[in-house]
């Protein structure tokens, strides 16, 4: 099925939520929408189908009708029902306002005004959503996004105070939330949107689409009855996370392998009925005979299918410990200590600001001030939490400061190591560093955490790395000293599950410098979705030193073992769609390239340099840092049909999650593919 599908979306579901019903329906993969529509908000939702969504993008720009309703007497943080009401009374003219102050009210926005986008809103600050920023409270209102909008038509239709219907015709990138909360302000009274419903995108108009109900009784699910051939082969659904990833696309080879088995078999099979047929004249031998070249059949069948599955996993999980054992060899070659005429004397003229963005540039310039002896102005850049004789003096001595590596983790923190030459004794420091902009608009240090790389010897923990469930299980139930579990999944998984009280920092994040934010005195004990990612975390962190462990069978192992866990909600049963295990053909990948379709390389950056194939775009989701993340996601045009691609079973649950991030933006995910090597 390809075109454009209209839809009426009911109040209280998303956007996606309709595609996904849709996808699920009608068992497509490429569905897509040409607008969203906020959860409160019902009406016309344009879906494009198959080859539809490519007309999706003819529809991004245009007129867009809406009926609002908008209660007048009061204000919402979000401009809708959504949000915290307060009743209007600041600056309230006292009374309800007449028709012909409203139509005044209304002039001022009719043919267009600048306006700003709610607080509540997807725009993004510095990489933020602007209603992330505003749920942990860090927006203001100089923050929200101000944009030229068009009202080509603004029509009261019905008045009754508080109530102010309105037929609202616009333009593309109005948000009728906003126009809301702007006439409430107008007429001094205050105002939110009660109920909005949009009923025209372009030609498009409500009164052709269907509703949900209509869509679902009209086109009933098609069950999809999968014959289990493998007999045991098939991986386990674990709550939280899956297993190993390899395991799962193992299942289309093997289904595979199977079939190709059971097709030799089967002609074999056939062609010795043939000849010991002739010399059994009775039926019932023939039958006995047919029965035992059945049996026969199926057996060798499963039987090599087992004998490839055993081989197949033992050489990806070889592929898997040659990978780590590399990553670990990396992560030990770490960079010496500078001696005293090594290092580069930095002064604030040295560093070159332009190419880096303000917070890099600020961070440098701070630590200039400090090694060049501007400690005046070093002083005003940090957080003043001591007296300025107090900070002098931690830098009396201080000669030099070279900073050996700056990284940004997200949009306020950064992660840096550096060399303090004090007289003739140099120290290197790992640093996490907080910076955010003060009351008065301008960066300055709110947190940092400091931890002496130079005293830090490489010393080697008597502990074990792996820790079994029921240690840890006693470990966690007598609480008879501190420790923290240290939940070093991606940020999908944790959603879903997690270990109670734990904490969640992404291995990508860690390796980026958040590591520090961990203690020395505390056993950590690490938990990822398997023992073989928790161990990888493990020894990175031992290279810290810090004493960590990890969970033997990782979180899948806990969970089966009837360990605590929060939230029973089962991952694999949010993604059972079939794209959420489809391995792509070479052939197949072909085919949706020149259809359009986006390849997403989750590969690591090294490998991807290496080889990748032509047109492919870069995204190791796994290993890269969470500021890093928008930027990297940003390299797939909207809206676009993608397929991720990894090396064979080694890299591929990385695919997966990348696929689902890329979902969580608006993409189309179709599925994997697992030979690139075929296409370089």
């Known amino acids: 099925m390809d075109g454009l599908l209209l839809i009426d979306k009911p109040k209280g579901w998303t956007s996606h939520d309709v595609v996904a019903k849709v996808r699920n329906l009608l068992k497509i993969r490429a569905v897509g929408h040409a607008g969203t529509l906020d959860p409160f908000a019902t009406g016309l939702l344009v879906l494009g189908v198959g080859k539809g969504t490519k007309q999706l993008t003819a529809l991004v720009g245009v007129d867009k009708e809406y009926e609002a309703v908008i209660r007048l007497g009061a204000t919402s943080d979000t401009f809708d029902t959504e949000g915290v009401i307060t009743p209007h009374t600041v600056g309230a003219i006292n009374r309800a306002p007449t028709m012909d102050e409203i139509e005044t009210a209304l002039n001022k926005f009719r043919g ?46 019905n008045y009754e105070w508080p109530n102010l219907s309105l037929l609202v015709k616009c333009g593309s990138g109005t948000y009728i939330r906003s126009l809301a909360d702007d006439i409430g302000r107008e007429l001094g009274v205050g105002g939110y949107c009660l109920e909005l419903r949009r009923t025209k995108v372009g030609h498009f108009d409500v009164a052709q689409a269907f509703t949900m109900q209509k869509l679902t009784d009209d086109m009933p699910k098609l069950l999809l009855l999968a014959f289990c051939l493998l007999l045991g082969v098939m991986p386990l659904r674990s709550q939280a996370v899956p297993p190993p990833d390899f395991i799962i696309s193992l299942g289309t080879t093997l289904t595979q392998f199977f079939t190709l088995f059971f097709l030799l078999a089967a002609t074999a099979a056939s062609t010795l009925y043939r000849i010991i047929r002739l010399h059994l004249m009775t039926s019932s031998k023939r039958l006995y005979l047919m029965t035992a070249l059945f049996v026969l059949t199926v057996g060798v069948s499963i039987g ?46 040295d560093v070159q600001l332009a190419s880096e963005d303000a917070v890099s540039a600020f961070i440098r310039s701070y630590y200039a001030n400090i090694g060049s002896g501007h400690l005046e102005q070093a002083y005003q850049q940090s957080q003043k939490y001591v007296p300025y004789a107090t900070f002098a003096s931690w830098y009396a001595r201080t000669s030099s400061v070279s900073i050996d590596r700056l990284q940004r983790i997200d949009t306020n923190n950064s992660s840096l190591e550096l060399t303090l030459l004090e007289k003739d004794v140099s120290t290197r420091y790992a640093v996490l560093m907080e910076v955010a902009t003060n009351t008065s608009g301008v960066l300055q240090i709110k947190h940092s955490d400091v931890r002496p790389l130079g005293q830090m010897a490489s010393t080697t923990s008597t502990d074990p790395l792996v820790i079994t469930n029921t240690e840890f299980k006693l470990i966690t139930d007598q609480h008879e000293k501190p420790f923290l579990v240290l939940d070093a999944r991606e940020d999908v998984e944790n959603t879903y599950g997690r270990f109670p009280g734990s904490t969640h920092i992404r291995f990508a994040d860690l390796k980026a410098g958040r590591w520090i934010e961990l203690p020395t005195d505390t056993d950590v004990f690490v938990l990822c979705w398997s023992g073989i990612r928790g161990k990888e975390v493990t020894q990175f962190l031992r290279l810290k030193n810090i004493r960590a462990r990890y969970l033997e069978q990782g979180a899948n192992g806990w969970v089966d073992f009837g360990g605590a866990w929060e939230g029973n909600i089962k991952f694999h049963d949010q993604y059972t769609e079939d794209r959420y295990h489809l391995i792509f053909s070479t052939s197949q990948v072909k085919d949706s390239v020149n259809a359009g379709t986006v390849l997403v390389d989750t590969r690591s950056f090294a490998d991807y340099q290496a080889r990748h194939i032509p047109g492919s775009v870069n995204i190791p989701m ?36 990348t696929g689902v991030e890329l979902e969580r933006r608006g993409h189309t995910f179709l599925g994997r593919y697992t030979t690139p090597k075929e296409l370089y």
């Open 304 to 349: 090599g299918t087992l004998i490839y599955r055993n081989y197949a996993q033992k050489e990806a999980m070889q592929q898997v410990q040659a990978l780590e054992q590399q990553l670990i060899q990396t992560q030990k070659e770490e960079p010496s200590i500078p001696a005293p005429d090594e290092i580069n004397h930095a002064s604030a003229t």
């Open 622 to 657: 796994m290993s890269t840092p969470s500021v890093s993340v928008e930027k990297a996601m940003n390299q797939v045009p909207a809206g676009a049909s993608v397929l991720t691609v990894c090396d064979a079973y080694v890299n591929c649950f990385d695919a997966q999650i």
């Open 112 to 157: 267009g005004y600048e306006q700003s986008a709610p607080i509540y809103s997807a725009k993004k600050i510095n990489g933020k959503k602007l209603y992330d920023l505003a749920r942990a409270g860090k927006a203001t209102e100089e923050m929200r996004p101000k944009k030229q909008v068009t009202i080509s038509e603004l029509r009261i239709t």
